[in-house]
């Protein structure tokens, strides 16, 4: 069983489309978080979620919306889809307050 | 704020040699600390980590870090680098008071060679 998985694992778009990356855990969790993985490996944070309530919003922009329908999944949405978008992003989850947090495979973006 | 360097983008180390992956961070409150590692087109997988109990920790395949406050540092090593150690490997610091959010270093990918 998938601790943390992700769909899809590729996505192929054209720029000015919207798509959207599905992120489901079955750890118990209650906290979850959206990473990007730039070009050159770089890891940086986008969003976390404590039981459906947003705690953490870097500075990404508004075309990236995440969505937790329960404390178990974390949707992230991305509208108008542009070629610095090309990515993976990693979902994670940890338990409150906990400090490791476990790692999806990553969703593979190109926006061509 | 919290800031991780990692020291060399790229370490080349011979199978069976001593393998240094060098990591300073930077943190105004206590942190805790990890390294992890991302074998080709996978995900991050948890190394191990300090939080604060014995400094010198020990996690999975043979890789152990020390946690050395006054150089704020938390290099990994391995004794004996193995084949299967070729993958890219990051350092990362967090903090409650920053909401636990992991900052990562950029990475070392490390190259083993026969």
């Known amino acids: 069983d998938t601790a943390v998985s992700q769909t899809p694992k590729y996505l192929v778009t054209q720029m000015g489309n919207d798509k959207s990356i599905k992120c489901e855990q079955n750890l118990g969790h209650d906290t979850m978080y959206w990473y990007k993985q730039d070009s050159k490996k770089f890891l940086k944070i986008m969003f976390s979620y404590n039981n459906k309530e947003l705690i953490i919003n870097e500075t990404v922009p508004n075309r990236f919306s995440p969505k937790s329908p329960d404390k178990a999944h974390l949707n992230l949405h991305i509208n108008s889809l542009e070629l610095g978008d090309s990515a993976v992003y990693f979902c994670?989850?940890?338990?409150?307050?906990?400090?490791?947090?476990?790692f999806g495979p990553g969703t593979r973006l190109l926006v061509l | 704020a919290q800031s991780v360097t990692q020291l060399g983008s790229h370490v080349s180390v011979s199978e069976g040699a001593l393998v240094l992956l060098r990591c300073n961070y930077s943190?105004?409150?206590?942190?805790?600390l990890f390294w992890y590692v991302q074998y080709p087109n996978q995900g991050l997988q948890l190394l191990l980590k300090?939080?604060?109990?014995?400094?010198l920790v020990k996690g999975i395949n043979g890789f152990e870090a020390e946690f050395k406050k006054s150089e704020t540092s938390f290099h990994l090593t391995k004794p004996s680098a193995h084949m299967s150690d070729a993958a890219e490997y990051f350092c990362a610091v967090s903090a409650k008071a920053a909401g636990n959010k992991l900052t990562f270093g950029g990475g070392t990918r490390v190259l083993v060679k026969p």
């Open positions: 943190s105004s409150v206590p942190p805790y």
């Open positions: 994670a989850s940890s338990r409150y307050g906990g400090e490791t947090q476990y």
């Open positions: 300090y939080t604060s109990a014995a400094t």
